[in-house]
Structure formats: C-alpha cells, structure tokens
C-alpha cells in the first residue's frame, strides 16, 4: 500500500521499514535558480522587485558558520535590512531544536528545525505556519543535495550559496561527496557555474542559466 504525507510525499512501508517514493530525477530537480556567493548579498529591493516576500534560509555554513553558533556582525545588518522592507525571515534547519534556537534566539528570527531537507517537510511547515504564498517565497542554502532539492520539491524559487567556511561538519560531508558528481552533470548540461555578487557596480541575484538554457 502506497501512503502519501503532505511533508515527505508518496511512500511505502515493507517489513516495518519505511521506503520513500521518488518521482523519475533529472539533473535539474538540483538545479537552483540563481546562485550568489552569500545569503548577505541578497539585497531587499532586488527581492522585492522579484516578488519575494519571505526568505527561508538554511543555518550552518548559509546564514552562520558552522562551527561559529554565535554568528558575525553580518547577520544582524542583514536581518535589519529584512526587517526594515517587510520581508519574512525564517530558518529552516535540519538541526535539532535546542541547536537552532541557541543560534538565532538573539536575533529574534523565527525557525523550523529538524526539517528533514531534501524532503519538504520544513518548508511546507514554514508555508503553513507563517500562511505564505509559494510564489513569494524562496529558499536558501549551500548545499544542492538538502536545500535545492528541498526547494524543488516544495515548488519553490532556490538561491545556492558558497559555504561560509571549507569544512563542514561530519554529516554533511557525505552530502558534499555525492554534490561534487552532480555538480559536474549541471555543469556538463548548463556550463560552468559561476557565483555571481556584482554586475554593473551593483549587487544583485543572477540566473546562473541565463546564458546557457539552449544547451543539451
């Protein structure tokens, strides 16, 4: 018997053990729609002119390192800067609770935790909780295994980030073993992937495909 649930999508279960369904992949369920070197380089009006009005944001090596559950001084201006044009800010983390709220309590940011990305369990309860449209909404973080996929999934815009440090807590790099042979497949299909921050002297978000959607 086939279940469906509205946070993990359609599965089975065999013996006690639970089976995920998963629908045929591509390359681009991975793909993100734009990409910048930092979730800091969003800046509120390019958001606004885009219709974005609620940004999820991953935690560890997006919005914090991870290893620094403290947070720099650049978390606090750009949340200001959220807050100042009216744009939601929730994290959405796989971390634990306890994890989570110890790293944005300070800043009086709202979060879901143990959102189980690549599922859409944590962006489907954001969604819900705050009554977000999806069309307003879009997803950041560094890593195209759990947050890219999450986003697709959820049918949600994505921004990809670099990592805030090179090294990575022990569960994440298995993720970033398996990126490596997908990024290369993206970069095969769609040319090279470049992290974008200033164009034209100004910071913007830009379409990492816009120069190669023709290629095959």
């Known amino acids: 018997m086939v279940f469906n649930s509205p946070y ?20 681009d369920d991975y793909r993100p729609t734009f990409v910048v070197e930092a979730v800091y380089d969003l800046r509120a009006d390019d958001l606004l002119r885009r219709g974005i009005h609620a940004v999820l944001v991953d935690l560890d090596n997006t919005l914090i390192a991870w290893n620094n559950p403290d947070g720099t001084p650049e978390v606090r201006a750009w949340l200001d800067e959220m807050t100042m ?8 983390s796989n971390n634990k609770h306890s994890r989570v709220n110890r790293a944005v309590s300070r800043f ?13 369990r944590g962006i ?10 999806r069309d307003e909404v879009i997803m950041v973080g560094d890593q195209l295994m759990t947050d890219i996929r999450a986003a697709h999934r959820a049918g949600i815009q994505s921004v990809l980030v670099k990592p805030l440090v090179t090294s990575d807590a022990w569960n994440t790099k298995i993720n970033r073993w398996r990126e490596r042979r997908v990024w290369a497949k993206l970069e095969e299909k769609y040319g090279k992937i470049q992290y974008q921050k200033e164009f034209n002297g100004r910071i913007i978000m830009y379409w990492l495909w816009s120069q190669n959607s023709n290629r095959r």
Do not use: H, Q
Request: no cysteine; net charge positive.
């Open 108 to 120: 009086g940011v709202d979060f879901v935790s143990r959102a189980m990305k690549p599922f859409t």
């Open 124 to 133: 489907n309860m954001a969604i819900k909780r705050y009554g977000f449209d």
């Open 85 to 92: 044009a009216d744009i939601s800010v929730v994290v959405v």
């Open 8 to 27: 993990f999508g359609k599965y089975v279960k065999i013996n006690s053990k639970i089976y995920f369904l998963e629908k045929d992949l591509s390359i």
